[in-house]
């Protein structure tokens, strides 16, 4: 009772505050989305599945964002975000309350903004508005395991980043980050983007090192590159992930929209490496305003497993802020291997559909 008290005086004096720095030419903003739907696996790890899985359509979180105006073009802005899942309403990262965002820095009209804290990587920034993931608004359609990381499951610690200011459409930024030391979790990283009314085009890379993947579940892989027994709690651990991302889109017309992804994932390792390579091409046609049909394809290959997926669906807004889905996700995997969708894991054989409805809700 007294932790509900507490919470509530918060919220009621973060309103209060938001409503006095507005006044004073400076903003602080609430938002989130909810997202929830139903399910149907035709095979993971061997059974059918049917279940509630949020956070598909959008990433569930709830966050906070500041300016405050200090004059002469410069601002000081900082970020707060929290990614949770609506069908339990656990956090999730357990015991990291702002596991998703956590910054602060300044904004300034000529050099951009920089900022210091847990953050989000370009592939995550950038990269991703190029992808099918991103346009047909599934999670299930990024590439399998997620080594290039377009599905945001992991961030940066202790980083520095740095987005410039546009410069006739072109924009670029930097980042570095020291997450547990210099060598242990180091990350650097780059992009260059150009945006000219209906084109969009960038080039992005990320080296993060001692990153770790649970390859057993996500990928039906036991051994690799040295590394053999792994399971969910003897995961994958790499000297050095290496992610390039270069992608493109335009807009045919007002209605039509085409977009193309290509990235590379090398993965190092004491006893040996390899690269994943994923190429998304698709498109995104408005029958009307309020309703989107999508369609897309991608192919990945890693480690002598080639995979192709084929995604569709159908976004009917009924508001700028509610949405409602309708999905299909088909991946199939060359040979005897494994397909595996990506956050629902490995099937037992080659192939693997995902259908889902559902919806969110923007605020």
Known sequence: MKRRSIGAAGLWLGLTCAGVAHAAGSSLQIYGTVDDGLTYVSNQGGGRLFKMDA??????????????????????????????????????NSGVEWNRQAWVGLAGDRFGTVSIGHQTDFMQ????????????????????????????????????????????????????????????????GGYVKYDNGPLSVAATYVSINKRTFDFSSRLGISSIFGQSALSAT?????????????GASYRLWSRWNVHAL???????????????????????????????LTLGYSYSSFNHTHYNQIEAGDLYSLSKRTQLQAQVTYIAATGDHHAASYPIGASSNHDQMLLRVGMYHSF
Do not use: C
């Open 55 to 92: 956070g598909i359509g959008q990433p569930d979180r709830f966050g906070l964002k500041g300016r405050e105006d200090l004059g002469g073009g410069l601002s000081a802005v900082f970020q707060l975000e929290q990614g949770f899942n609506t069908s339990t309403g656990a956090l999730i």
């Open 125 to 188: 920034d950038v990269s991703i508005r190029y992808s099918n993931g991103f346009w047909q608004h599934n999670l299930y359609a990024y590439h399998p395991g997620n080594l290039d990381n377009l599905a945001n499951s992991s961030q940066i610690d202790n980083a520095v980043k740095w987005h410039s200011a546009s410069f006739h459409g072109l924009t670029g930024g930097l980042m570095y980050g020291f997450a547990g030391g210099n060598a242990l979790g180091r990350t650097v």
């Open 234 to 246: 003897n995961v994958f651990k790499s000297d050095a992930v290496n992610n390039t991302g270069i």
């Open 262 to 292: 290509y990235t590379r994932s090398e993965v190092r390792a004491p006893g040996g490496s390899g690269n994943m390579f994923n190429y998304d091409i698709g498109t995104e046609y408005r029958v009307t305003e309020a309703n989107a």
